[in-house]
Structures are given as C-alpha cells and as structure tokens.
C-alpha cells in the first residue's frame, strides 16, 4: 500500500481523500500500509481511466496482472531462503559434520528446490503466454484482453507460488533450529515476510474459487468446445445414424446400436 503516515500530505490538501494511519503488521514491514480515506471524494473527469462503467474491469485486470507477477516475486523470494539455508546447512555442524551431510536436510533442501522449480516453470510460462498474445505494438485495449485471456493461470500462479514460498520459508526455520526462530537471523523474518502472499492480491480462497467459475465461463461462451461437444453427443442420441456406408456387416450395424445406449445419461 502507499505513504507513509502523515509524509507528503500538504496543508491545503482536501480532506475528500487522505491515508489513514500507519497499520502495525506481522511481515513486510519496511512496506508502509495504510488506508486510503475517500470520503465525498470528486474525481476530476481528465483523471478517468477507461470509459464510464469500465471500472470494475480494469479493477480486476490489474488484480490479474498483480497475481502472475506475485509468482514472480515470490519465486525470488524461495530462491533467497534456499540460499541461505544451504549456506547454513553448510556451515552448522552436528554430530562433527555439517548438517547438509544428513538425509533429513538433503530432503527438505529437495524439496524446497522442487516447489521453487515449479514456481518459476508456472510463472515464466504464464507470463510467456500473456507476451505471445500481446504480441508487438498491442494497443492498450489489445493488452487488457490478452490479460483478460489469461485470468485462470494468473490465479493458479498466485495460489501455488504463494504456497510453495510458505513450505520453503518454513522448512528454512527448521534447518535453522532454534536460530530459525530468533530475530538475528534470516529464517524468522522471511517466514513472517511471506505469509501475506496467501492474503493480498485476493486470497487463496478466493483465488481457488475462481478458477472453476473463470473454466465455466469459457466452457459456456464455448472457447473450451464444451458446449459444442455436448451439443454434437446430444444430436447424435437424438438422431442415431443409422446408415453404414464404409462397412454394411450385419457386425458393424450391430456395433454401432450396441454403443448409442451407453452415450445416454
Ligand atoms: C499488507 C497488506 C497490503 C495490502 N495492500 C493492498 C493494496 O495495495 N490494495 C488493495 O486494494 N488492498 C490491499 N490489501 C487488502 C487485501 O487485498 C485484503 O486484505 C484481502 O483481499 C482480503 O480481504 P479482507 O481483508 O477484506 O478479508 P475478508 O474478505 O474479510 O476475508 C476473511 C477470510 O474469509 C475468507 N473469505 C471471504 N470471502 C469468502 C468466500 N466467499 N468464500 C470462502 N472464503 C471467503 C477469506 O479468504 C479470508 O480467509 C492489503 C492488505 C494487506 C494486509
């Protein structure tokens, strides 16, 4: 979110539109959080974006946007704590030998390589998609669509990045031990930096709930063929073919009667 608490905000400023204070949080904190108070705001027209009516579009284009590019973010951040990890795995000895020689952190260090793998796979493919549809030179209306086009991966990508950095930064406080829970070291403050990746940019929840209402609306509008499937398989059981013109066996006839049955519900 925006200012910080009471810095740049002028004298003469109205009142319509003013942050609120300062929100105390348990991660991000060199992020300044407030609310913005819009209170009898008016919005001058030459600061309209888009048209009349286009707002809750463009509202929930730039969540898209927000969503593949946390997959990002998020991905950077796992690669981060497999880092350090790995540095003091390396350099922690237990029993005289490094605690990266046991089968129990090679482990967790796999699989937080793993999850951070998929991450970056899912997010540089999404992204790959958005760019491709794009194309070179897409006037802006062209670039909200192609977006638009990839709502479902946009969430998908948050939802699993955001939850392979929790299993990561997790894992990392339990390769630190008991200093995994200590402020002087790196694993307590990722761990709590991370947590508001499953909150904003729309919560996991949410996020999972759109995925299937966002396939139902394609499957409707027909671009997954759905519709156009089912209508083809209800033709055929209401008007069975019944000529054979390749094979005319008795066999192929009987075959094919054999199999309409089955195909009703
Ligand atoms: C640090 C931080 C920065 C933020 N930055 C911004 C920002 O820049 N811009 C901005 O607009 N917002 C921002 N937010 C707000 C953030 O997007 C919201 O907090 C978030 O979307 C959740 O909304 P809520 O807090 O109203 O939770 P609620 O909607 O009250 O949800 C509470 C719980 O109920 C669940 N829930 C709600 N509805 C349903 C449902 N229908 N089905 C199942 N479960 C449901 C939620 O998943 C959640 O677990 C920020 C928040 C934080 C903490």
Redesign the pocket.
């Known amino acids: 979110?925006?200012r910080k608490k009471n810095s740049h905000v002028s004298s003469s400023r109205s009142d319509n539109c003013r942050p609120g204070g300062e929100?105390h949080?348990l991660g991000?904190k060199s992020?300044s959080?407030t609310a913005v108070i819009l209170s009898d705001a008016k919005i001058p027209v030459g600061n309209l974006i888009g048209n009349v009516g286009d707002g809750a579009k463009i509202a929930f284009n730039v969540l898209n946007v927000g969503r593949f590019k946390l997959g990002a973010s998020v991905t950077g951040g796992a690669k981060l704590a497999i880092h350090e990890a790995v540095r003091y795995a390396n350099e922690r000895h237990q029993f005289n030998k490094p605690i990266s020689s046991f089968g129990a952190i090679k482990h967790k260090l796999a699989e937080m390589a793993i999850r951070t793998w998929v991450s970056e796979s899912i997010t540089y493919r999404t992204v790959g998609m958005i760019d491709h549809l794009i194309g070179d030179g897409a006037d802006n209306a062209t670039k909200l669509q192609s977006i638009e086009e990839y709502a479902v991966e946009s969430s998908i990508n948050k939802v699993a990045c955001s939850e392979a950095l929790d299993y990561v930064v997790d894992e990392m406080v339990q390769i630190y031990g008991g200093y995994g829970y200590s402020a002087d070291y790196p694993a307590e403050k990722a761990y709590r930096d991370s947590r508001?990746n499953r909150?904003?940019?729309?919560?996991?929840?949410?996020n999972r709930?759109l995925i299937p209402g966002q396939l139902m609306k394609r499957a409707m509008k027909g671009k997954l063929g759905l519709l156009g499937a089912a209508k083809a398989l209800q033709d055929e059981i209401l008007n069975p073919q019944m000529s054979f013109d390749e094979d005319t066996s008795l066999l192929a006839a009987e075959t094919s009667l054999r199999k309409m049955p089955r195909k009703r519900p």
Not at 199 to 206: A, C, D, K, W
């Open positions: 979110m925006a929100e949080k991000i992020s959080t508001i909150i904003f940019e729309g919560t996991n929840e949410i709930m």
